[in-house]
């Protein structure tokens, strides 16, 4: 969103409160006839009556800043993507697939309901519903459903296989129940920051000529998770899009698939595209890093040491957060430096280049504090 963020900064009325009380003192004495000296009460009255006049020129100004895309929030943003016509993406629900146990085999089929509940232990009213019945053959003791969580929002996700254990809904002959998969997709209303930058590409969509611009656009409305989107031609009438989650995670094969259904809808996309959806290809990498901390700085030396780990989790998240962004040891030297270190020696990673589709991600990591340092 380059060519928003790069637009000056405008002001629609002035609000600079010395030439505004000025011009209000100056008309007065002009009308009047006189002049008005400090500590004059009617002086005093008409700087008190400029600061409320000030006040509302700010307000003015603010409110009418608003009505522009890239100052614009909240409800009012939301306006602005209808007259484009794109609603802001409502909370997701995470997901996940449980298994039931029955207690022994049956002679009859075995009905879980659709909405039957489950939920991981001391979960404190966090709950996931099956999302249709499941039929446990007879004979059989086990069966799959997927279930959906009943509060929208990350809060579901990252519960890990065997976590969500409890059966809230008690069913005869069912012994036990356990989610088989890290529960995910679940994702918050979508940002003010991510809306407007879908408002602004919202154009691209205007053309199913089949532009790069508006395959990241639909891409991007297929989920509030989706930050980042790779669109490529690798043949003739064959499109490939990568999508790029929040926080650098890749999407669930559910994600890729509203991707593909949003992309490749027949309003969408001309006749002859065959569009295909994958995960980014990871470029794993190590870190392995020595620092110095300058010896006039001895006393913060171990708030200094932690300053460098919370750095080096910031170059590794900004690293993943990007499709094609290189791998650069140049940025994560900046970071620790900029921590408190006195100067770093980087043995690894070196600067490695990305294709488009791809995601660098760290595999090891490996500080090493080489003590203080006269330099």
Same mark, same amino acid.
């Given at each position: 969103m380059s060519?928003?963020t ?7 009325i ?28 009617i ?10 006049i000030?006040?509302?020129r ?9 009505n522009?895309?890239?100052y614009?929030?909240?409800d ?10 794109v ?6 629900a995470s ?14 089929v075995?009905l ?9 232990a001391?979960?404190?009213g966090l709950?996931?519903?099956?999302v ?7 004979g ?5 459903v997927e279930?959906?969580?009943t ?9 890990l ?6 059966l ?5 002959f069912?012994?036990?129940v356990?989610n088989?998969?890290t ?9 003010d920051d991510?809306?407007r ?7 691209e969509?205007f ?5 790069d611009g508006a ?7 297929a989920? !509030?998770l989706?930050?980042d &989107?790779? /669109?490529?031609? @690798? =043949?003739p009438?064959?499109?490939? *899009? ?7 995670e ?5 994600i890729?698939d509203?991707v593909?259904?949003?992309c490749s809808a027949?309003?969408?996309? !001309?006749?002859?595209?065959l &569009?295909? /959806?994958v995960? @980014? =290809?990871?470029?794993?990498?190590d *870190?392995?890093l020595?620092y110095?901390i ?7 030396a171990?708030?200094?040491q932690t ?11 900004w690293?993943?957060s990007?499709?094609g ?9 900046r970071?620790?430096m ?8 980087v043995?690894?990673p070196?600067?490695t ?5 791809q995601?660098?991600?760290?595999e ?5 504090y ?6």
């Amino acid at each position: 969103m380059s060519d928003l963020t790069s637009l000056p900064d405008i002001q629609f009325i002035n609000v600079d409160a010395e030439k505004t009380t000025n011009e209000i003192i100056t008309i007065y004495e002009a009308l009047a006839e006189r002049s008005l000296y400090p500590g004059d009460p009617i002086r005093l009255f008409l700087t008190a009556l400029a600061q409320i006049i000030i006040q509302q020129r700010v307000l003015i100004n603010q409110t009418a800043l608003k009505n522009l895309l890239r100052y614009a929030s909240g409800d009012i943003l939301d306006h602005i993507g209808a007259f484009y016509k794109v609603p802001r993406l409502a909370a997701q629900a995470s997901r996940t697939t449980v298994q039931f146990t029955l207690s022994t085999a049956l002679s009859s089929v075995t009905l879980i309901p659709a909405g039957t509940r489950v939920g991981p232990a001391g979960a404190n009213g966090l709950f996931y519903e099956t999302v249709g019945p499941l039929e446990i053959k007879a004979g059989s003791l086990t069966g799959s459903v997927e279930a959906i969580c009943t509060t929208a929002g990350v809060i579901g996700n990252d519960f890990l296989p065997g976590q969500i254990n409890t059966l809230i809904d008690p069913i005869p002959f069912v012994q036990s129940v356990s989610n088989v998969n890290t529960t995910s997709g679940g994702a918050e209303r979508e940002s003010d920051d991510h809306y407007r930058e879908r408002i602004y590409n919202a154009p691209e969509s205007f053309s199913v000529a089949g532009p790069d611009g508006a395959y990241r656009f639909l891409a991007a409305s297929a989920h !509030p998770l989706i930050v980042d &989107v790779s /669109v490529d031609s @690798p =043949n003739p009438g064959v499109v490939k *899009i990568v999508p790029l989650l929040e926080g650098g995670e890749l999407p669930s094969q559910e994600i890729l698939d509203s991707v593909l259904a949003k992309c490749s809808a027949s309003d969408k996309r !001309p006749l002859t595209d065959l &569009v295909t /959806v994958v995960e @980014p =290809n990871v470029r794993k990498y190590d *870190i392995s890093l020595t620092y110095w901390i300058s010896v006039s700085r001895a006393a913060e030396a171990q708030t200094i040491q932690t300053t460098v780990k919370q750095a080096v989790e910031n170059y590794i998240l900004w690293q993943k957060s990007k499709l094609g962004r290189d791998v650069n040891p140049s940025e994560l030297t900046r970071l620790v430096m900029q921590a408190g270190a006195h100067h770093v020696k980087v043995d690894s990673p070196e600067y490695t280049e990305l294709q488009n589709d791809q995601v660098a991600v760290a595999e090891s990591v490996s500080l090493t504090y080489g003590g203080l340092t006269n330099g």
